[in-house]
């Protein structure tokens, strides 16, 4: 049994009601069943959220130890968190595999939002397709492990 991680960072708790023209209208429980009804048997899906930065930053430390694959929305810490990209490259330069997502499209929206800091180091990057840049990256989870 394979758990994927799907690590959420700050103000996405508030999903479903946040900026909904940006975002859309669904929370992150939806989300949580959308990507439980799309895993293939022998996957498990952990969504976890959190506005804390250290609180994220164990979680991928205990992804090095499980070796659990993870897909992570670092939320605006995307932005400017070198010790969060640091984190992801324990992760990634360990084997394990991180692909970074995000609901909108970054690169599309205001300047400050065009870099990322995680990127280099991610596996991969997925952005702009709203909830379902989630089930595309549980896809490439799911062919990285066959
Ligand atoms: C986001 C994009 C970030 O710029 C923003 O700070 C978020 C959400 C997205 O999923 O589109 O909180 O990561």
Known sequence: MTTVLVLNG????R?????????GNQDLAALALLLKSEAPIGMEIDVRQTDDEAELMGWLHS???TK????????AFTHYSYAL??????VTKSGGTVIEVHISNPHAR?????NSVISGVATGVIAGFGL???LLALSAVGRRSK
């Open 68 to 75: 659990s694959p993870v897909i992570l929305n670092p939320a």
């Open 132 to 134: 379902e840049s989630y």
């Open 15 to 23: 999903l479903g009601s946040r900026e909904p023209d940006v975002y």
């Open 10 to 13: 700050p103000n996405l708790g």
């Open 110 to 114: 205001e300047e400050f939002r065009h």
């Open 63 to 65: 992804a090095v130890d």
């Open 85 to 90: 990209r640091d984190a992801v490259a324990l």
